[in-house]
């Protein structure tokens, strides 16, 4: 059976890649040739070059593929449109299953506007009549010291809010094993990936500098703020609202969840956001 990886390029889908090993049964998918090349060579597999947006080329790189593994793509005004093609593509090349890669609490209406992409976007999977699990992951922790600035600020309307990150590892581990599983156990399932505790990201930022010695602090904006802080980019509108939301999603205490479903799949508990910072220091 192969396997298409879209995504290989990134950091779920590279770990993904390295997990399932390469080989004849693994077709890796992407937009740039010049990166896919490389990395098909060194894990010995076959590689497209396709776009969501583009139809016939997703069709056409699908061709033989049974299972794929459908990473969400960069965000965009036409993100759902471009997702929609995909998964059309996937059932006009005959692909019988999609392992989607979601959003926590992805829902119509879902505070994090981009959340908003991936629940059309699950919905557009259960209608296409593919077999499919669902895997919902919130923020990562590999984000979290990233957004502090110049002065170790991490700036955003997230309040007293929680927030259950979750180690990009652990994800690509529990999405390798529902790749590997092939007797049906997971179809028709969605799997809610997060660490195993939520913190306040004032937490957060108090363990980074324990655990990496940088001084980091939260400071919390209101939602009129984090847009004003956040104009000098000069991004479009709708990413600008992507930013933003995301940590109010956290003060809407929709990302607060936390579940066991990394440790039911990979059988061993997700990383703590200290461990993780300390396997990366």
Not at 66 to 91: N, Y
Not at 114 to 136: A, N, V
Not at 153 to 167: H, Q, T, W
Request: with cysteine; charged share 20%; hydrophobic share 40%.
């Amino acid at each position: 059976m192969t396997i298409a990886v879209t995504g290989a390029t990134g950091s779920v889908g590279g770990k993904v890649l390295e997990r399932l090993g390469g080989g004849a049964g693994v077709r890796l998918i992407g937009r740039n040739a010049q990166r896919l090349e490389p990395l098909a060579e060194h894990f010995d597999s076959a590689f497209a070059v396709a776009t969501y947006a583009d139809g016939p080329a997703m069709t056409a790189a699908l061709d033989g593929v049974r299972l794929l593994f459908l990473v969400s793509g960069h965000e965009s005004a036409t993100r759902r449109e471009e997702h929609r093609t995909a998964v059309d593509a996937a059932r006009a090349a005959g692909v019988e299953r999609i392992v989607y890669l979601s959003f926590l609490g992805a829902a119509p209406e879902c505070t994090f506007t981009f959340g908003r992409d991936h629940y059309f976007t699950e919905q557009h999977i259960r209608e296409s009549g593919l077999k499919f699990t669902f895997l919902q992951d919130g923020w990562y922790q590999s984000m979290i010291p990233l957004m502090a600035d110049d002065q170790g600020v991490i700036r955003g309307p997230a309040g007293d809010g929680r927030v259950s990150a979750v180690a990009p590892g652990d994800v690509a581990d529990a999405v390798t094993a529902v790749l590997t599983t092939g007797n049906g156990d997971h179809d028709g399932v969605t799997y809610r990936l997060t660490g195993p505790d939520a913190f306040t990201l004032t937490e957060a930022a108090e363990t980074i500098t324990r655990v990496t010695g940088r001084s980091v602090r939260f400071e919390n904006e209101t939602l009129e703020e984090a847009y004003a802080s956040r104009a000098h980019y000069g991004a479009p509108e709708f990413e600008v609202a992507g930013w933003v939301t995301s940590y109010a999603a956290i003060a809407a205490g929709e990302l607060a969840v936390v579940t066991g479903d990394v440790e039911a799949l990979t059988g061993r508990p997700p990383q703590t956001f200290a461990d993780y910072l300390y396997s990366y220091t």
